[in-house]
């Protein structure tokens, strides 16, 4: 049995995994990631976690690494080129990880990784034609076309979540203006959360966000499902916002399938369901063709490390 | 030499081309297009056409029929699904032309064409990453990528007209609200046009629209190089349109040039140069990585008949 490694570096912590040849997790590591610190510190911290979830296989067993991290990657020269989320810049992840290591790096961005992991071993497993949208602390886009990961001319195209859903709209966090990001993210979410709850003082969400200390991304859903009126409003007009922002892209790329990942999508049919029913009203010749199904992506956190640890075989 | 036949429809004409294997036109027909007629009295014309502009040419020294149109087309099954513009809905043109003629016919949305056009004879000649945008009675989007034609997953997108720049905006030929089409069209050009000139009774749009007795594509543009104050301001929304809708394109697919072709382009640099400026505003990560350049399309309306010609080469 030979194996590959997956690494998931997000906003707040890196998920390590050993990866065997049936796709499956065999042994796990994770970490805050400290984005504040220098990027060599959170290197030699990898390089570590790679260590420790390798345990006594040899390094001659393992085909590769794979890094997924959030932002702008340039895969064919490795560097993390910008990463609003993380505040780096121009950092070379994948020269630094191999001049510690001497095994192959690979890196992608970590929506580009999610795709991959579905595509290997979850809810598109099969399909040659994919699209991948992850909700999260932002939000990204990952893309299979003919059943190869497609990222762009220099690779550094499908950022989904940059692409204008309103012009001159919301500040995004990567200094455009009316991103898709601005209106799905998580932060997006909790803005309009907020902004809901400042027009309507008899909300629900009041009582709730107050037991709970805090506004987050739940807060709506679940008040939602509580049944107070104005946080269903916020929740039908954010799955508003990301039916629009996938309508568009499915004018773009017709996928066969859109898989939705990242934090937001735990909500599951709450969140899907409805999905499915608005899209139609962002896609062109929808009346002719349809639209394809909207799925939740199925391997979870884990998609991130799977995917990482596949770049090598899709790139 | 061999020959094809590249056949360009378009809302008010067609035009027909006998193209050599030197990608050169050596002779052209040009007929209404009567959008309004049944489809197949539509097709007669184009084979009584495509026998004239052969002349005494065999046959068999005909390579291929290529027809672009505009709307939604399957090139894999051949059909029209949907061309707003046009009224047609699910006209199967490659059947109905192969079964009159005995050639090998290939169709393609018009965009399609004119980036084939374009990378085979054109400005992108060479290029491996190419995004066209044509500004014209509608707003289409051709791309090579990787030096193949992209159409989408079941040839179906790559509608980048479609895309959404402003949700839930104004409303489209295709039914959507808010798509780039309905910002960047002629037709939307003309209404941003009126809706200045009733908020400026002093604008010399009135006067020069009504000496040429019609408000059309190039009044706004003509005053403004005029001094025309308010046409200025039409013209500099315009181009901030059509730069937020390449933007966010030049997000997902980060091509090495794009390409601006369409009746509008025909304002050359001052349509050109502008948008160059703009675009950035709307480019992720353009401090790092930069913008690619946006150049005209240099075939102007032969790129609809050579990239159509050419559609059984990159297919």
């Known amino acids: 049995m030979r194996y590959r490694i997956g690494v998931d570096i997000g906003g707040t912590g890196i998920k390590i995994g050993l990866v065997d040849e049936n796709n499956q997790i065999v042994n796990r590591h994770s970490l805050p990631t400290g984005a504040e610190r220098p990027y060599l510190s959170v290197v030699e911290d990898i390089v570590k976690g790679i260590a420790a979830v390798k345990g006594d296989i040899s390094y001659k067993e393992i085909i590769s690494v794979g890094v997924g991290c959030p932002g702008f990657v340039n895969p064919e020269t490795g560097l993390l080129v910008h990463a609003g989320n993380l505040n780096w810049e121009n950092v070379p992840l994948k020269d630094a990880l ?63 979540g940059h692409a204008i859903l309103v012009m001159d709209g919301e500040p995004c966090t990567c200094g455009i203006r009316g991103c898709f990001e601005a209106y799905a993210s998580v932060s997006a979410l909790i803005r309009q959360t907020k902004e809901m709850m ?38 039908e007009q954010y799955i508003r916002y990301v039916a629009a922002g996938i309508g568009s892209q499915i004018n773009v790329f017709r996928p066969e399938a859109v898989l939705i990942g990242g934090g937001i999508s735990a909500e599951g049919d709450h969140l899907i369901k409805p999905l499915n029913e608005m899209v139609g009203e962002y896609v062109f010749a929808f009346k002719q063709v349809g639209a394809p199904p909207i799925l939740k992506a199925s391997l979870g956190n884990d998609a991130g490390i799977i995917g990482a640890a596949y770049l090598d075989a899709v790139s």
Chains 1, 2 share one sequence.
Do not use: W
């Open 198 to 235: 400042e027009r309507c003082p008899d909300s629900a969400m009041h009582e709730f966000s107050q037991k709970n200390a805090r506004i987050d991304g739940r807060t709506a859903f679940d008040c939602a499902r509580m049944g107070d009126e104005a946080a269903k409003r916020v929740v």
């Open 98 to 160: 191999e001049s510690r290591m001497g095994l192959p790096v690979y890196v992608g961005n970590d929506a580009n990784c999610a795709v991959v992991g579905e595509t290997v071993a979850g809810a598109a497993k099969g399909k040659r034609n994919v699209m991948l949208i992850t909700l999260g602390t932002g939000v990204g886009g990952g893309l299979i076309l003919n059943g190869k990961l497609f990222t762009g001319s220099m690779g550094m195209g499908a950022e989904l």
